[in-house]
Every structure is written in structure tokens, then in C-alpha cells.
């Protein structure tokens, strides 16, 4: 697990042909108001992409808002027994993957069914003080985040949040089906949406050409555009694609630490 801090930042794209078709009868009344029609296009695209943004952002915020209550409960109580069915219980309320707790001592109790820990605690080759994430987090008293990966157990598309506990700390693992459902719902008509991170690894798309797991930078007739979009928390960029006009709105989504 890597890129761990205390803030975490995806970018949601959208692209749209802006391009309508009208008869030559109606040209004149076309030209009068295409510039309006184009403005009314511009702020619904980029209310939609607010709109989305502000979900996922919601969607992470909810499960660190889970993790730091539990690991202020354990703080507060200092439990000593009952770890793996409190991590299970929690799990299932916050509606988590996984849930860990790594203590001082080298002992970790998990949510997850792994085939080699008995009762739900960690083999003696799993000490969770050399894991990045617990050398993070009980340095400090805020919450840690990964950016994205693939779990290895799962091949799913993950993001970690970690907190101190007072003598360890609490680890949950998020999956992340909800990008691939983002771009799913944009559905609007000649658009394609993508969810990025910042060295524009593509995450989520909608478009048949733009895979997951490539980066923008990849496609030569998308990578002119890469640094407009990354560059800043909300940007639209016009472009041409073989021929057609067409623009890029993007959205940072940020995640951890709003400072």
C-alpha cells in the first residue's frame, strides 16, 4: 500500500461533443441563440459533475466519519477482549469491506474471513506495526488515506482509511464499485465520463476506447489536455477530435483533510 497523507485527491471528467444539427431554414435562428443554448449546456454539465462529485466525496467522508468513532470508542474504553466481534459488528454498520484493529503488542483482530487467521487474529508473520499504514497513523491524531489500488485478496478497486486508537490503530478497507457507477450514470447523450487520479491513471470510464488502469496521457489525441484538467479544482477545456469540437469539464474530488 502506498501514497498514504492525510488528504487524497480523484478528478471526475466529463466530455461532450457540443455540436447540434439544424436545417438550413432554421440556421438564422440557430446562430441567434446558439450562444445561449451553449451557455445552458456548459452550467448543467458542470452542475451535474458538482453534483456527482459532492456524492463520492459524501461517500468517503461517511466511511472515515465510521472509522474515527470507533477508534475514539476504543480510546475512551480501552478494550480489552472482544476485538474481532467488535470489528465485525462495525463493519456491518458502516457497511465496509473490512474492518482492522493492529495493537502496540503485534496483536490485529479483522472483520474478514482470511484463511490464516484463526478466529478472526492475526498468524505470528503478520505483525501490523510494519505496515505503513499503522507507522502513519500512531504518529498522528488525525486520519490517514490511501489513494486507490487493487486488493490483493479481492482484485477489486480499493481505498484504505486509517486512525490512532490510542495503543494501535483502526484500519477499514473501502471498495469502490461507486466510481464505476458514477461514470455509469452520466448518462447523457454523446458524453463520456471518467474518474482519474492525479498522475492520470484512469479509474472509471464510459467510454469504450479510454480503459481503466491506462492514463490519459496515453491517448496522443487526449494527452494536450491532461495538464489543463489536472491542474486546477474545476477547469473546461475545448478540443477538437478528429475533426469535432468538443469540451472536457473536470471536478477535483477531494477526500481526508479539507484544509
Not at 503478520?126 to 505496515?131: A, G, I
Amino acid at each position: 500500500m502506498v501514497n498514504l497523507g492525510f488528504k487524497q485527491t480523484l478528478l471526475l471528467a466529463v466530455s461532450l461533443i457540443i455540436a447540434l444539427s439544424v436545417g438550413s431554414s432554421n440556421y438564422f435562428s440557430y446562430n441567434e441563440f446558439s450562444h445561449e443554448l451553449t451557455n445552458t449546456i456548459y452550467q448543467s454539465t458542470e452542475e451535474r459533475i458538482k453534483v456527482e462529485a459532492e456524492k463520492l466525496e459524501a461517500y468517503i467522508q461517511a466511511k472515515t466519519h465510521a472509522v474515527e468513532k470507533l477508534a475514539d470508542d476504543y480510546q475512551q474504553h480501552q478494550y480489552q477482549t472482544g476485538h474481532a466481534e467488535r470489528m465485525r459488528i462495525a463493519s456491518h454498520g458502516a457497511d465496509v469491506f473490512a474492518l482492522m484493529i493492529g495493537f502496540a503488542n503485534d496483536d490485529a483482530y479483522t472483520s474478514a474471513n482470511y484463511d490464516t487467521w484463526i478466529d478472526n487474529k492475526n498468524p505470528p508473520n503478520y505483525d501490523p506495526r510494519k505496515r505503513p499504514w499503522y507507522q502513519e497513523a500512531i504518529r498522528t491524531s488525525g486520519s490517514i488515506f490511501t489513494q486507490p489500488y487493487t486488493g490483493a485478496s479481492t482484485g477489486l478497486l480499493m481505498v484504505s482509511i486509517g486512525k490512532n486508537s490510542g495503543n494501535g490503530v483502526i484500519l477499514a478497507d473501502i471498495t469502490l464499485e461507486i466510481l464505476s457507477q458514477t461514470v455509469s450514470d452520466i448518462n447523457m447523450k454523446g458524453a463520456i465520463a471518467m474518474i482519474m487520479t492525479e498522475d492520470n491513471t484512469v479509474l472509471a470510464s464510459s467510454s469504450p476506447v479510454v480503459k481503466t488502469g491506462k492514463k490519459l496521457t496515453d491517448y496522443s489525441e487526449l494527452s494536450h489536455i491532461s495538464r489543463d484538467v489536472l491542474g486546477t479544482e474545476t477547469n473546461t477545456t475545448d478540443y477538437e477530435l478528429n475533426g469535432t469540437d468538443k469540451v472536457m469539464f473536470s471536478k477535483k474530488i477531494n477526500y481526508g483533510d479539507k484544509s
